[in-house]
Nanobody, 123 residues
């Protein structure tokens, strides 16, 4: 069992940066690939980024590639999402998720989910 708690979401201006954190419970954090997903009002949840268990492999949605960076600190049981050059289109609830095995872009592949943190980008 893994519990995930996101933090760091807030209201920012377009062009600003923000770092989200996702803290995981348990001693087996390094067993899990981690993903970030987001859901904007009236839209389906979409993949943002994922990172492998060791942190050596990452994957990004085209819409955030070059602006967002996912990373993890297995000693701290935490995964991060550094978001730069934020745009109003990035406004959404951001959730982290965990799955055993390799990274995936499919939300159906993830077993554990956090409650999400709201990111609002004003123009």
């Amino acid at each position: 069992q893994v519990q995930l708690v996101e933090s760091g979401g807030r209201l920012v201006q377009a062009g600003e940066s923000l770092r989200l954190s996702c803290a995981a419970s348990g001693r087996t954090f390094s067993y899990y690939a981690m993903g970030w997903f987001r859901q904007a009002p009236g839209k389906e949840r979409e993949f943002v980024a994922a990172i492998s268990r060791s942190g050596g492999d990452t994957d990004y949605a085209d819409s955030v590639k070059g602006r967002f960076t996912i990373s993890r600190d297995n000693a701290k049981n935490t995964v991060y999402l550094q978001m730069n050059s934020l745009e109003p289109e990035d406004t959404a609830v951001y959730s982290c998720a965990a799955r055993r095995g390799v990274t995936s872009r499919s939300e159906k592949e993830y077993t554990y989910w956090g409650q999400g943190t709201q990111v609002t980008v004003s123009s």
